[in-house]
């Protein structure tokens, strides 16, 4: 048995994926939720995706081997701060929130000398749906997840974060605070952003109900992301704001020389930009399919 | 038989997967193809895409009944002029073109007289992927083309490519040409735009290695229409430049407010804008599942 107790803070579609991995592989014990909704709760607990449930976050933490936080991220110095007297001096703590720099700065703040058995985590991972009925036990399968330890960090509790992941089919790999930061504010949140904006001009338009009845598979494709959780998108932004801001205004360079382009009639720049933009997607796709080869 | 003789200007993905379905449900007796690679055009032939082909534009709509344009769109009006001596009376005229404005004014100027016989058109498919390899008999199924007639246009000459449209699987809807030009602009060029700034974007970043290493689903999704055909994106953006910079503003607009909401710290404003674009989308998938229930 990997670990004995696992307590899931919020029972949504991330961590109650966990969950249902962990119990699908018998790599614990016992796995008791904490939320707010004691319906969603019991629906876990229907689902078999849980063994129980506590309203009471300490409560949920006593004798837990291993807390996972994976509630918006707005509510975790609240949560550290109740759990912080009830955690063992050997509890493992980890969480899966999609910013590090804030998640490190209120868990350094709050969990004091347990800090360090803290390790940040953050699988890349997800639906657009969200909700425990939504999880599933592969949803980890052939991902990475982030980790991005201190210097502090414990080294017996790294390894526990990167068993459990490892054994839910996750690839672990680490990443510096700062880095991990830059790099999703680049490929997850400001695609998240203008994909959002998209739908919300398009929604503005006059013609919208044609737009959306003639909208085709690339406009589909294109902005499934904006189905996506208004809460947990809202914190994701105010918890990386800095990055998140910086890639924003990189975006609006690149979306300017475009428009540049068109408007002044420069052919040879826009052709130019659109076979480059096009070569680099084109060099991904292989990445990623060599990728999924090699772990096929 | 619907048609006797077809001729295909352009045999990429679009004019091929037209030809290899007129082919496939025998709706035609001769389809002649036109391109300016003589190694293109023979592959056509030796896929059994085209009977045959013409180097010479003027050749291949040689007692043509039906004429498709389905090369680039700047291409449009050289073409247009040069097979213009050489169509018959009763020869029917359409394209393919993402943009019908630009189009029209193209058609109107060359056509002359023959005018009335030019129908608009836009089937509203595609892929990624361009050239007659990447074509397919069932491109169209389950898809829309998009017409937009003129009133001076002539009305067998819509029934035909209507008839034609349909053989192969697609719905055939009317639309104004200004009316097509701004749905076209909001919920195809803008995005195609965006995608390639973002691609663009994140190649000039400073963690660009990592940066492709760690793209999930959500970024491939969303930068998939990035791989598209670089030339063709090009003469769409020129060809409907007044549509695109109208969208690409209204787009600028959006994003602001939500990088404004982000930088002031206007917590209710980005939870209301996300909450908002997560309706409106989810509204657009069930919109989308109703119809493709519908039609199957």
Sequence with gaps: ????????????????????ALRARKACTHIIGFGRSPEHLQEAVDLGVI??????????????????????????????KAMRPYLGDETVITDVGSAKS???????ATLDKLFPHFVPGHPIAGKEKSGVAASAADLF?????ILTPLPETDVAAIDKVKQMWEVCGAEVVH????????????TSHLPHMLAYALVDCLSGMEEREEIFKFAAG??????????????????????????????MEAFDDY?????SAIETDNSDELLKIFSRAKATRDRFTRLRDKRNDSIE
């Design 102 to 108: 804030s998640v490190v700065e209120v868990a350094r």
């Design 175 to 186: 990443l510096g605070v700062e880095q991990h930061d830059e790099i999703l504010a680049a």
């Design 51 to 80: 063994d129980d449930f506590s309203l009471t976050v300490t409560d949920a933490v006593k004798d837990a081997d291993m807390v996972v936080l994976a509630t918006p991220l707005k509510t975790y110095g609240a949560l550290l």
């Design 1 to 20: 048995m990997l670990i004995n107790r696992v307590a899931v803070i919020g029972v949504g579609l991330i961590g109650g994926s966990l969950a249902r």
């Design 141 to 145: 399968e052939v991902h990475r997840v």
């Design 218 to 247: 690339g406009f589909s494709d294109f902005t499934r992301i904006a189905s996506s959780d208004p809460q947990m998108w809202h914190d994701i932004c105010f918890s990386n704001r800095a990055q998140l801001l910086k890639a």
């Design 255 to 259: 979306l300017n020389r475009i428009r």
